[in-house]
Antibody, heavy 120, light 107 residues
Framework: QVRLQESGPGLVKPSETLSLTCTVS????????WNWIRQPAGKGLEWIGR???????NYNPSLKSRVSMSVDTSKNQFFLNLRSVTAADTAVYYC??????????????WGQGTLVTVSS | DIQMAQSPSSLSASVGDRVTITCRAS??????LSWYQHKPGRAPKLLIY???SLQSEVPSRFSGSGSGTDFTLTVSSLHPEDFATYYC?????????FGQGTKLEIK
């Protein structure tokens, strides 16, 4: 069974960097797109971006200037960094695997999410 | 960005009811449309991909239809465990976008 688990600080100060890790178990991290998605309280889901195991990335333009993602295949982990955070970045952050079938891709496995609060 | 609009935003129904949730895209997404079920504190669960394909181990009471801009998710007969929030999501182009969610509550 594939499992994803987010980890990282639950509290980040304004203007600092939010850093999260997603650890994948039950399957190799190789040859998939790995995604970060967030949900502010009372709001909808927002796709932050994705990274392929080769290191290729796609980011949401709304966050592109502040986001970076990386992957460590030896540890079966991938990472999110979001710089210069504000209160608007307070959200539950999810990691998810995108399964590609032909030209279709969809999020077939998700982590349970981790709440990150931006506050001084 | 492609905007996804779901309706209704909330829905009250009873066990055994048939319910339908609608998702409309601001431009054609062909069949690049997925549906997810989300319960508080849990990982979202993929139900439907490619607009109408049932994900493995998802009960057959769930079905999806549509293409282009208009899509529906139908639950043919609600079970108690089906009360949750449902989201549509397009993967036609990045940035991928979600509907705002439909909260399905027990009447």
């Amino acid at each position: 069974q594939v499992r994803l688990q987010e980890s990282g600080p639950g509290l980040v100060k304004p203007s600092e960097t939010l850093s999260l890790t997603c650890t994948v178990s039950g399957a190799s991290i190789s040859s998939f797109y790995w995604n970060w998605i967030r949900q502010p309280a009372g709001k909808g889901l927002e796709w932050i971006g994705r990274i392929y195991t080769s290191g290729n990335t796609n980011y949401n333009p709304s966050l592109k200037s502040r986001v970076s993602m990386s992957v460590d295949t030896s540890k079966n982990q991938f990472f999110l960094n979001l710089r210069s955070v504000t209160a608007a970045d307070t959200a539950v952050y999810y990691c998810a695997r995108a399964y590609v079938s032909g030209s279709y891709d969809y999020f077939d496995y998700w982590g349970q999410g981790t709440l990150v609060t931006v506050s001084s | 960005d492609i905007q996804m609009a779901q309706s209704p935003s909330s829905l009250s129904a009873s066990v055994g009811d048939r319910v339908t949730i609608t998702c409309r895209a601001s431009q054609s997404v062909s069949s690049y449309l997925s549906w997810y079920q989300h319960k508080p504190g849990r990982a979202p669960k993929l139900l439907i991909y490619s607009a109408s394909s049932l994900q493995s181990e998802v009960p057959s009471r769930f079905s999806g239809s549509g293409s282009g801009t208009d899509f529906t998710l139908t639950v043919s007969s609600l079970h108690p465990e089906d009360f949750a929030t449902y989201y549509c999501q397009q993967s036609y182009s990045t940035p991928y976008t979600f509907g705002q969610g439909t909260k399905l509550e027990i009447k």
